[in-house]
């Protein structure tokens, strides 16, 4: 089983260490890319310009300049400089040692700067989004989807994927559908089903840390996904087709 997970839009940086080691990021034939991606990152972010260009308010001019030093800046392991509600859910902090193992080896985040990178993966944080293009690279998701469907066919071959990203980055990569689950959330009044936004965030994080904590093995088949989230939730599946992956429509009580 694979949780993949979008980044946090806010990022938490480390205030001391090592630069980002790029020898020792998972998915090193992703470095090539990565590499072309941070350097017009850098470009930008040094432009007059450069909150227009990114799409960020004046709030964030200290994390746009932060963009144009990432070779220096201290790295830190993924699950703590992604933060925000999905990854306060998820508590990661609060994981037992073979929880965190599990973690580790489970979640696969989709970046717009990184591509793919696991839990542990030190990396400085950053500012940038998937729907951003960049110079000499054109759109995020575009430039993105044939790295990384190259790059992560082996890895997925045959594992059940979780996938927890926001529409921005699902965009980036389309995983083979008939092991991929979209997670959906929604509330129900009086019949009616309406997507949440924020406790949506908050909910996969929930499913992501039930996912990791909880006894016995792993769900390996969309059903016993279901089976695992119905242990916390309402739950139903929408089987998918040989183009569409399956759905986990998640209903949160009124």
């Given at each position: ?14 205030t ?27 470009t ?30 201290p790295a ?49 944080a ?6 951003t ?103 139903e ?18």
């Open positions: 089983m694979l949780i993949l997970l979008p980044p946090s839009e806010g990022k938490t940086p480390a001391a260490g090592n630069a980002v080691d790029w020898t020792s990021l998972s998915f090193p034939e992703l470095n090539t890319y990565r590499a072309k991606v941070l350097d017009g990152l850098g930008v972010s040094a432009h007059e310009d450069a909150l227009a260009l990114l799409g960020v308010g004046a709030s964030l001019r200290a994390d746009v300049e932060r963009n144009t030093r990432l070779h220096a800046e830190a392991p993924a699950h703590q400089v992604y933060s925000g509600v999905l990854y306060d859910a998820l508590g990661y902090d609060s994981l037992t040692a073979a929880q965190k193992r599990k973690a580790d080896e489970s979640v696969m985040v989709i970046s717009a700067l990184w591509g793919a990178i696991r839990f542990g993966d030190s990396v400085p950053y500012r940038l989004s998937m729907s293009a960049l110079p000499d690279v054109g759109r995020l998701a575009s430039f993105w989807k044939p790295q990384l469907t190259a790059a992560l066919a082996g890895v997925v071959d045959g594992e059940l994927l979780v996938d927890c990203r926001s529409s921005t980055y699902a965009a980036a990569w389309a995983p083979p559908p008939q092991l991929t689950v979209a997670v959906n959330v929604f509330t129900e009044v009086d019949g009616v089903r309406k997507v949440v936004s924020h406790f949506a965030k908050h909910t996969r994080g929930e499913l992501a840390r039930h996912l990791l904590t909880r006894r016995g093995r792993a769900p390996r088949t969309p059903a016993q996904l279901r089976q695992a989230a119905a242990e916390k939730w309402t739950a599946l929408v089987e998918g087709t040989a183009r569409k992956p399956h759905a986990l429509n998640i209903i949160l009580p009124n």
